[in-house]
């Protein structure tokens, strides 16, 4: 099985900072990584698939980047409505596996 | 544009069977280039993936789970549904369904989730 380590676990920010979360994969997974949020009491929402195609309809200020086993993802300026937890997932060889996620708290 | 719904019993007894169902609606089942799937969360925990199904029957599970899982599609309810046998406490969770985008890919939409509780 692919595992996935997502760091860290949780992230402390501020409005305006910019900030970036890794995913690693166990073995090479070409791109085949999405990224996903999630708030309290709701389902995760889909922001980028393909390790860097941002899914419409979410701001530019997402963005992934990365290939094989190392991945990153970025939001630029943080908004008040980005503090949630934050997940990878990788959707390679016909199985999934999710990071552990990161929970991103305001400073 | 599509949207899913999880149907599912609310609370389970230890050693039993937990059966959900996922209604499609505002898209076909049948047809389509996409795989369905299952995604639980337990309470204040990281997401799992259990599995996914094709109309025609082609199944992937979750290796941890595979033993107690099985995955059904019925394109005349547009429905699929998820069986988990011998559950424990441990099963205790919110379950998605999802769409697979593609074979086994990135998941879009989700459903609202149905909480399942495991206990005597």
């Known amino acids: 099985d692919i595992q996935v380590t997502q760091s860290p676990s949780t992230l402390s920010a501020s409005v305006g900072d910019r900030v970036t979360i890794t995913c690693r994969a166990s073995q090479n997974i070409n791109v085949w990584l999405a990224w996903y949020q999630q708030k309290p009491g709701k389902p995760p929402k889909l922001l980028i698939y393909?390790?860097?195609t941002l899914q419409p309809g979410i701001p530019p200020r997402f963005s992934g980047s990365g290939s094989g086993t190392e991945f990153t993802f970025t939001i630029s300026s943080l908004q008040p409505d980005d503090f949630a937890t934050y997940y990878c997932?990788?959707?390679?060889?016909?199985?999934?596996?999710f990071g552990q996620g990161t929970k991103l708290e305001i400073k | 544009q599509m949207q899913l719904q999880e149907s599912a019993p609310g609370l389970v007894r230890p050693s039993e069977t937990l059966s959900l169902t996922c209604t499609v609606s505002g898209a076909s089942i049948s047809h389509s280039t996409f795989y369905w799937g299952w995604i639980r969360q337990p309470p204040g925990k990281g997401l799992e993936w259990i599995g996914t199904?094709?109309?025609?029957?082609?199944?992937r599970y979750n290796p941890s789970l595979k033993s107690r899982v099985s995955m059904s599609v019925d394109t005349s309810k547009n429905q699929f549904s998820l069986s988990l046998r011998s559950v424990t406490t441990t099963d205790t969770a919110t379950y998605y369904c999802?769409?697979?985008?593609?074979?086994?890919?990135?998941?879009?939409?989700w459903g609202h989730g149905a909480l399942v509780t495991v206990s005597s």
């Open positions: 393909q390790a860097s």
């Open positions: 199904v094709y109309e025609d029957g082609d199944t």
């Open positions: 997932q990788q959707y390679d060889t016909y199985s999934v596996t």
């Open positions: 999802v769409r697979h985008f593609g074979s086994i890919d990135w998941c879009d939409p």
